[in-house]
């Protein structure tokens, strides 16, 4: 199962700001479920990617017994309202309790639609706080490119994120990870400012669009970019300290080799997967991060004037 480091609590909505009792515009409206798509397109290209190292695609379960890709089909169609809501709250500048009530909600429909199986929990946090802050830009007027969604989602958010870093609440299995392991998860990448989507993914997958490759082998450069680089809390639950080593080293080496630039990429990705899979290894924070990544690039592209 992916996992994630955050635990949320619902806010009552007595508490709830004025700005949110107001009527949305049937612009900020029309913007929500917009954006609702891109974060489902986003999360659906992350779900069909092939050859994607022991996760969950159309073609195998990965290094999965409990899910495969009808899971996550259930899962992601269960989360289309709290994309839009999310979204709205940004626009209406709502605290960063309200998000996590948001998110709760959205996590119990999708155990429901998955009967208890955990695909999305790191989506939910990754994408709905990108959503939240992409509609924070909007509502304050700036052009959403990536340095300035970036920098809205600290000064926003920022300062309650690190907060809930410090705590340390809860009982995931990515908290009791990253503790054992001392290693950041989803909380510490947030606080920062996504450094690893923003600085690492996002670069990869423009650098390999404009070598005139494909929009899947960008998708593919920019997942090994990731998991060569961060602190997989998915890949230390399932395969400790020398697991996350084997990932790293053979996404490096993948990368060294030229990424999707060299002819036989495919097969050499592949071969990686199969090898996660007897490993039983799966870096699900890396395909959150890709998704992320996924609605990031479309946000910018689509909204960035």
């Known amino acids: 199962m992916r996992t994630l480091t955050l635990t949320l609590t619902p806010s009552p909505t007595a508490s709830l700001p004025i700005a949110f009792l ?4 049937a612009t900020d409206r029309k913007f929500c479920l917009a954006l609702r798509r891109a974060a489902l397109r986003s999360l659906h290209a992350e779900l069909v990617l092939y050859p994607k190292p022991g996760l969950v695609s159309p073609i195998d379960t990965g290094s999965h017994d409990d899910m495969n890709a009808v899971t996550f089909m259930r899962s992601l169609f269960s989360l289309r309202r709290y ?9 209406d500048a709502m605290p960063f309790s309200h998000l996590r009530g948001l998110g709760i909600e959205a996590e119990a429909r999708m155990l429901t639609a998955t009967q208890g199986v ?7 946090f990754c994408l709905g706080l990108l959503c939240a802050v992409t509609g924070a830009c ?3 007027g700036a052009s959403l490119t990536a340095e300035n969604i970036q920098a809205m989602l600290v000064k926003r958010w920022g300062d309650d994120l690190l907060t809930h870093t410090q ?16 290693v950041g998860g989803a909380r510490e990448e947030a606080a920062q400012g996504f450094p690893s989507v923003f600085n690492i993914a996002l670069p990869a997958l423009r650098s390999t669009l404009a070598a005139g490759r494909s929009l899947e082998e960008a998708r593919i450069d ?6 060569a680089h961060i602190n997989d809390t998915n890949v230390y639950y399932r395969g400790g300290v020398a697991g996350a080593n084997i990932v790293k080293c053979e996404a490096l080496r993948f990368l060294a080799l030229g990424g999707t630039a060299q002819a036989n990429w495919h097969c050499n990705a592949t071969r ?3 090898r996660f899979v007897e490993l039983r290894l799966s870096p699900g924070g890396a395909a959150d991060l890709l998704a992320a990544t996924c609605l990031l690039h479309e946000v910018i592209l689509e909204y960035q004037y």
């Open 22 to 25: 107001r009527r949305p515009s």
């Open 83 to 91: 994309f839009s809501d999310v979204t709205q709250a940004g626009i």
């Open 118 to 124: 955990n695909t999305h929990r790191g989506a939910i």
């Open 138 to 140: 909007r509502a304050q």
């Open 167 to 182: 705590t340390g609440a809860g009982n995931s299995h990515g908290l009791k990870v990253a503790a054992m392991h001392a």
């Open 222 to 227: 920019a997942l090994f970019s990731l998991m």
């Open 272 to 274: 990686i997967h199969k």
